[in-house]
C-alpha cells in the first residue's frame, strides 16, 4: 500500500537555525498538507498546496514558513529561524483529486529547537 | 472558523465491551467528518468517515454517527480487542475547505484484557 513519506523522522535544532522537512507523498495524489502536533495538543493545520502553489494557510504559518515542491515528487516545508515555540510533531499529508478530502499522513517529524 | 470539541480525553473499556467517543462542531457548513486512529509513534490513519448527507455509516466493528442538526458525531467500537487501544481524532472540514481539517482534542483509548 503506498505511504507517505517524511524524513528525517527526528531533528534537533538550535533556535534561530533554518529547517527543511521532507515530505514524499503518495505518487498520484495531487493535495499535499502539513500539519504539525505540539506534545499534547491537538493536530493543527498549517498549509495545503495544490498546483504548485498555496492554497490555504492558517495563522500559524507566518512568513517564517515556506513550502515548495522542488521536484515531481518532494514536498518541503521550511522554517527560516527556528523558535522555541516550533518543537512539535510536523505530519505531511496528501489526498488526490477524487477525494481530496481524504487525507493520508506520513509517519511525521519530531522537531525540537533548543 | 470551525471548532472541534472532542470527549472523552481518556476512556478506558474492558475487552469485548463498546466504546463512543463523541464530537461536537460549531460550523454548520461543514461536510466532511473522518476519524483517525493513531497507535504510538506512528501515523494517523483513517479508519472511517462520513459525509453530511449520511446519518450513519458502518464498517464491521466500527460505526460512526451524524446529527447535523445537533452538529454532533460519533464514533462507535464494538467488542473493543486490545490492539483498539491507540488515541483516536475526530475531525471536520468546512464546505469548500479542500483538505484544512480541523482537529479534536483526542481520545486516548485503553482495551484492558
Known amino acids: 500500500e503506498p505511504e507517505v513519506t517524511q524524513t528525517p523522522s527526528h531533528q534537533v535544532t538550535q533556535m534561530g537555525q533554518e529547517v527543511i522537512l521532507r515530505c514524499v507523498p503518495i505518487?498520484?495524489?495531487?493535495?499535499f498538507y502539513w500539519y504539525r502536533q505540539i506534545l499534547g495538543q491537538k493536530v493543527e493545520f498549517l498549509v495545503s498546496?495544490?498546483?504548485?502553489?498555496?492554497?490555504?494557510k492558517s495563522e500559524i504559518f507566518d512568513d517564517q514558513f515556506s513550502v515548495e515542491r522542488p521536484d515531481g515528487s518532494n514536498f518541503t516545508l521550511k522554517i527560516r529561524s527556528t523558535k522555541l515555540e516550533d518543537s512539535a510533531m510536523y505530519f505531511c499529508?496528501?489526498?488526490?483529486?477524487?477525494?481530496?478530502?481524504?487525507?493520508?499522513f506520513g509517519s511525521g517529524t519530531q522537531l525540537s529547537v533548543l | 472558523g470551525e471548532n472541534v470539541e472532542q470527549h472523552p480525553s481518556t476512556l478506558s473499556v474492558q475487552e469485548g465491551d463498546s466504546a463512543v467517543i463523541k464530537c461536537t462542531y460549531s460550523?454548520?457548513?461543514?461536510?466532511?467528518f473522518p476519524w483517525y486512529k493513531q497507535e504510538l509513534g506512528k501515523r494517523p490513519q483513517l479508519i472511517i468517515d462520513?459525509?453530511?448527507?449520511?446519518g450513519e455509516k458502518k464498517d464491521q466493528r466500527i460505526a460512526v454517527t451524524l446529527n447535523k442538526t445537533a452538529k454532533h458525531f460519533s464514533l462507535h467500537i464494538t467488542e473493543t480487542q486490545p490492539e483498539d487501544s491507540a488515541v483516536y481524532f475526530c475531525?471536520?472540514?468546512?464546505?469548500?475547505?479542500?483538505?484544512?481539517?480541523?482537529f479534536g482534542q483526542g481520545t486516548e483509548l485503553s482495551v484492558k484484557p
Open positions: 505518487s498520484n495524489h495531487l493535495y
Open positions: 475531525a471536520a472540514i468546512g464546505n469548500n475547505q479542500g483538505g484544512k481539517l480541523i
Open positions: 460550523d454548520s457548513a461543514s461536510n466532511y
Open positions: 498546496f495544490y498546483n504548485n502553489e498555496i492554497s490555504e
Open positions: 462520513i459525509r453530511s448527507n449520511v
Open positions: 499529508a496528501s489526498s488526490d483529486r477524487v477525494s481530496n478530502e481524504k487525507l493520508f
